[in-house]
Protein backbone atom coordinates (compact mmCIF):
# COMPACT_ATOMS: atom_id res chain seq x y z
CA UNK A 1 0.00 0.00 0.00
CA UNK A 2 2.95 2.07 1.01
CA UNK A 3 4.58 1.42 -2.39
CA UNK A 4 1.40 2.22 -4.56
CA UNK A 5 1.04 5.83 -2.80
CA UNK A 6 4.67 6.57 -2.76
CA UNK A 7 4.68 5.78 -6.38
CA UNK A 8 1.97 7.72 -7.35
CA UNK A 9 2.96 10.05 -5.67
CA UNK A 10 6.11 9.69 -7.93
CA UNK A 11 4.44 10.06 -10.27
CA UNK A 12 3.22 13.44 -10.15
CA UNK A 13 6.34 14.73 -8.73
CA UNK A 14 8.02 13.68 -11.30
CA UNK A 15 5.91 15.45 -14.23
CA UNK A 16 6.33 18.80 -12.69
CA UNK A 17 9.91 18.32 -11.63
CA UNK A 18 10.52 17.26 -15.55
CA UNK A 19 8.63 20.02 -16.75
CA UNK A 20 10.74 22.54 -14.43
CA UNK A 21 14.37 21.10 -15.44
CA UNK A 22 13.90 20.06 -19.17
CA UNK A 23 14.12 16.46 -18.80
CA UNK A 24 13.44 13.83 -21.62
CA UNK A 25 11.12 16.45 -23.76
CA UNK A 26 9.67 17.39 -20.66
CA UNK A 27 5.52 18.24 -20.73
CA UNK A 28 5.07 16.63 -24.15
CA UNK A 29 3.96 12.83 -25.20
CA UNK A 30 7.41 11.48 -23.21
CA UNK A 31 6.45 13.46 -19.86
CA UNK A 32 2.96 12.47 -19.86
CA UNK A 33 3.66 9.12 -20.98
CA UNK A 34 6.40 8.25 -18.50
CA UNK A 35 3.71 9.86 -15.58
CA UNK A 36 0.95 7.64 -17.02
CA UNK A 37 3.56 4.91 -16.41
CA UNK A 38 4.35 5.72 -12.97
CA UNK A 39 0.50 6.02 -12.33
CA UNK A 40 -0.32 2.51 -13.68
CA UNK A 41 2.44 1.16 -11.72
CA UNK A 42 0.76 2.63 -8.23
CA UNK A 43 -2.61 1.11 -9.25
CA UNK A 44 -1.35 -2.10 -10.22
CA UNK A 45 0.53 -2.39 -6.46
CA UNK A 46 -2.32 -1.06 -4.96
CA UNK A 47 -4.45 -4.05 -6.52
CA UNK A 48 -1.78 -6.56 -4.72
CA UNK A 49 -1.55 -5.01 -1.81
CA UNK A 50 -4.61 -3.86 -1.01
CA UNK A 51 -6.11 -7.16 -2.16
CA UNK A 52 -3.60 -8.98 -0.05
CA UNK A 53 -4.67 -6.63 3.01
CA UNK A 54 -8.34 -7.23 2.91
CA UNK A 55 -8.85 -10.35 1.25
CA UNK A 56 -6.04 -12.49 2.94
CA UNK A 57 -8.46 -15.00 4.56
CA UNK A 58 -10.30 -15.89 1.55
CA UNK A 59 -8.39 -17.84 -1.18
CA UNK A 60 -10.93 -16.90 -3.67
CA UNK A 61 -10.77 -13.58 -3.31
CA UNK A 62 -6.87 -13.68 -3.71
CA UNK A 63 -7.21 -15.69 -6.53
CA UNK A 64 -8.96 -13.06 -8.20
CA UNK A 65 -7.00 -10.27 -6.98
CA UNK A 66 -4.02 -12.17 -8.44
CA UNK A 67 -5.72 -12.42 -11.98
CA UNK A 68 -6.96 -8.71 -12.22
CA UNK A 69 -3.16 -8.04 -11.00
CA UNK A 70 -1.56 -9.54 -14.13
CA UNK A 71 -4.12 -8.53 -16.39
CA UNK A 72 -3.39 -4.54 -15.20
CA UNK A 73 0.29 -5.87 -15.15
CA UNK A 74 -0.34 -6.76 -19.00
CA UNK A 75 -1.03 -2.95 -19.95
CA UNK A 76 1.38 -1.79 -17.50
CA UNK A 77 4.37 -3.49 -19.02
CA UNK A 78 3.19 -2.86 -22.47
CA UNK A 79 2.89 1.19 -21.79
CA UNK A 80 6.83 0.47 -20.43
CA UNK A 81 7.52 -1.52 -23.80
CA UNK A 82 6.25 1.13 -25.92
CA UNK A 83 8.42 4.06 -24.07
CA UNK A 84 11.25 2.36 -23.84
CA UNK A 85 11.46 1.82 -28.05
CA UNK A 86 9.59 5.03 -28.72
CA UNK A 87 12.39 6.86 -26.35
CA UNK A 88 15.37 4.62 -27.31
CA UNK A 89 14.55 3.68 -30.72
CA UNK A 90 12.42 6.78 -32.44
CA UNK A 91 13.06 5.31 -35.76
CA UNK A 92 11.59 2.12 -34.97
CA UNK A 93 8.08 1.56 -34.56
CA UNK A 94 7.21 0.24 -30.81
CA UNK A 95 4.32 -1.09 -31.97
CA UNK A 96 5.28 -4.97 -32.46
CA UNK A 97 6.55 -4.65 -29.56
CA UNK A 98 4.03 -3.54 -27.78
CA UNK A 99 1.29 -5.85 -28.71
CA UNK A 100 3.86 -8.86 -28.25
CA UNK A 101 4.39 -8.02 -24.70
CA UNK A 102 0.47 -6.93 -24.18
CA UNK A 103 -0.34 -10.45 -25.54
CA UNK A 104 2.46 -11.92 -24.14
CA UNK A 105 0.91 -10.58 -20.39
CA UNK A 106 -2.82 -11.79 -21.40
CA UNK A 107 -1.59 -14.91 -22.14
CA UNK A 108 0.21 -15.32 -18.67
CA UNK A 109 -3.45 -13.59 -17.20
CA UNK A 110 -5.25 -16.76 -18.98
CA UNK A 111 -2.75 -19.21 -17.85
CA UNK A 112 -3.60 -17.88 -14.58
CA UNK A 113 -7.32 -18.26 -14.76
CA UNK A 114 -6.94 -22.04 -16.35
CA UNK A 115 -4.63 -23.03 -13.72
CA UNK A 116 -6.21 -21.38 -10.92
CA UNK A 117 -3.79 -21.43 -8.58
CA UNK A 118 -5.35 -21.77 -4.64
CA UNK A 119 -3.50 -19.08 -2.64
CA UNK A 120 -2.78 -18.86 0.78
CA UNK A 121 -1.47 -17.49 4.08
CA UNK A 122 1.71 -19.31 4.77
CA UNK A 123 3.51 -19.93 8.03
CA UNK A 124 5.45 -16.34 7.76
CA UNK A 125 2.42 -14.88 7.36
CA UNK A 126 2.80 -14.10 3.84
CA UNK A 127 1.03 -14.80 0.86
CA UNK A 128 2.12 -17.84 -0.86
CA UNK A 129 0.41 -17.71 -4.22
CA UNK A 130 0.85 -21.21 -5.05
CA UNK A 131 1.77 -21.07 -8.65
CA UNK A 132 3.60 -23.93 -10.46
CA UNK A 133 7.24 -23.01 -10.83
CA UNK A 134 6.84 -22.70 -15.01
CA UNK A 135 4.11 -20.02 -14.31
CA UNK A 136 6.04 -18.15 -11.43
CA UNK A 137 8.57 -17.79 -14.30
CA UNK A 138 6.14 -16.78 -17.09
CA UNK A 139 5.12 -13.66 -14.12
CA UNK A 140 8.65 -13.30 -13.62
CA UNK A 141 9.39 -11.97 -16.78
CA UNK A 142 6.27 -9.80 -17.14
CA UNK A 143 7.50 -8.34 -13.94
CA UNK A 144 10.67 -7.63 -15.65
CA UNK A 145 9.27 -6.53 -18.89
CA UNK A 146 7.67 -3.77 -15.84
CA UNK A 147 10.44 -2.90 -14.30
CA UNK A 148 12.94 -3.32 -17.20
CA UNK A 149 11.94 -0.68 -19.28
CA UNK A 150 12.24 2.37 -16.37
CA UNK A 151 15.48 1.06 -15.65
CA UNK A 152 16.83 1.51 -19.14
CA UNK A 153 14.97 4.48 -20.40
CA UNK A 154 16.49 6.53 -17.06
CA UNK A 155 19.94 5.18 -17.57
CA UNK A 156 20.23 6.23 -20.72
CA UNK A 157 18.54 9.63 -19.49
CA UNK A 158 21.15 9.78 -16.84
CA UNK A 159 24.29 9.61 -19.13
CA UNK A 160 23.19 12.05 -21.55
CA UNK A 161 21.81 14.60 -19.37
CA UNK A 162 22.70 18.23 -20.19
CA UNK A 163 22.01 19.56 -16.11
CA UNK A 164 22.87 17.94 -13.31
CA UNK A 165 19.51 17.82 -11.90
CA UNK A 166 18.70 15.86 -14.56
CA UNK A 167 21.02 13.33 -13.92
CA UNK A 168 20.51 13.08 -10.46
CA UNK A 169 16.49 12.23 -11.13
CA UNK A 170 17.37 10.03 -13.73
CA UNK A 171 20.01 8.49 -11.33
CA UNK A 172 17.98 7.72 -8.29
CA UNK A 173 15.00 6.50 -10.80
CA UNK A 174 17.58 4.09 -12.41
CA UNK A 175 18.50 2.99 -9.01
CA UNK A 176 15.23 2.09 -7.69
CA UNK A 177 14.44 0.08 -10.50
CA UNK A 178 17.56 -1.53 -10.23
CA UNK A 179 16.22 -2.74 -7.09
CA UNK A 180 13.06 -3.72 -7.96
CA UNK A 181 14.68 -5.75 -10.29
CA UNK A 182 17.09 -7.20 -7.59
CA UNK A 183 13.93 -7.67 -5.51
CA UNK A 184 11.77 -9.86 -7.88
CA UNK A 185 14.74 -11.68 -8.80
Not at 83 to 88: D, E, H, S
Not at 127 to 133: E, K, L, R, V
Request: proline letters at 4%.
Amino acid sequence: TFSSIGLAVCGFWFFKAFQKIGGQRAGRTIGILLSTLFLNISLQHGILALGGLFFASNPEALYAVLAIDIFVLAGVAALGVYLAFYILLPKCSPWPATVATFLFGVTVSGLIIAVHPQPFIDIKNSIDWNMPQWLKALTYYLLILNIGPIFVIFTKNFLHAATRNVKFISFIISLLALAGIVNIS
